[in-house]
């Protein structure tokens, strides 16, 4: 299992970037995808997640109508645009499968090596 996240960057308040997870060594379309992000001095948290089949998706409050997940099971590829940036978005961003939900994020997933968000204020 592979998972490459790309897309990161230093960016200025209110910029945007379009994160990027390729992934490859299983069945993309029946996993659950999600971004998690970790901010320095701070636990890793669930940012949004998207069905397998790209129909329901879940936001953290502070990211709603900034952030969008979205996903391409023919690409094997899931995406975070995310718009309006803010200094307290800094973080490194980690692509996470999950086979359900209820496994994302924990020891039963799958994870990226992270890319570096940085927002200059």
């Known amino acids: 299992v592979q998972l490459v996240e790309s897309g990161g960057g230093l960016v200025q308040t209110g910029g945007s970037l379009r994160l990027s997870c390729a992934a490859s060594?299983?069945?993309?379309?029946?996993?659950?995808m999600s971004w998690y992000r970790q901010a320095p001095g701070k636990e890793r948290e669930l940012v949004a997640g998207?069905?397998?089949?790209?129909?329901?998706?879940d936001y953290q409050d502070s990211v709603k109508g900034r952030f969008t997940i979205s996903r391409d099971n023919a690409e094997s590829a899931v995406y975070l645009q995310m718009n309006s940036l803010q200094p307290e978005d800094t973080a490194v961003y980690y692509c996470n499968a999950a086979q359900i939900r209820v496994l994302a994020g924990t020891g039963g997933s799958y994870w990226g090596q992270g890319t570096q968000v940085t927002v200059s204020s």
């Open positions: 060594g299983f069945t993309f379309s029946s996993y659950f």
């Open positions: 998207i069905r397998s089949s790209g129909g329901k998706t």
